[in-house]
Nanobody, 126 residues
């Protein structure tokens, strides 16, 4: 059974940092492309960052480039999202996702990912 469990969310002041973790089990981690999405109140789920199965390629949403960094830990089967210079508009529930069939043209589409975590809340105060 595939499981993805996010952690690391919380309340932080604007300009602060957080590191989100996504612990995985039951999936072929070395072959799985992973991503982070987020969904704010009244908003659609949007792509934050993605990393290829090999870890060699990363992608970021426009708002995330330069502030967020995604990484894969192949030893612990965990994906991280390091976030710095956080803004109030970054407030959202952050979801971890994974799939075996992600390509360079599909990495930002939530519908392409089969495996999802329950999400972790990130709140950035002004």
């Amino acid at each position: 059974q595939v499981q993805l469990a996010e952690s690391g969310g919380g309340l932080v002041q604007a300009g602060g940092s957080l590191r989100l973790s996504c612990a995985t089990s039951g999936l072929p981690f070395s072959s799985t492309s992973m991503a982070w999405f987020r969904q704010g109140p009244g908003s659609e789920r949007e792509f934050v960052a993605g990393i290829s199965w090999s870890g060699r390629t990363t992608h970021y949403g426009d708002f995330a480039a330069g502030r967020f960094a995604i990484s894969k830990d192949y030893t612990n089967h965990t994906v991280y999202l390091q976030m710095v210079s956080l803004k109030p508009e970054d407030t959202a529930v952050y979801y971890c996702a994974g799939d075996l069939g992600i390509s360079s043209s599909t990495y930002s589409r939530a519908s392409e990912y089969d495996w999802w975590g329950q999400g972790t809340q990130v709140t950035v105060s002004a």
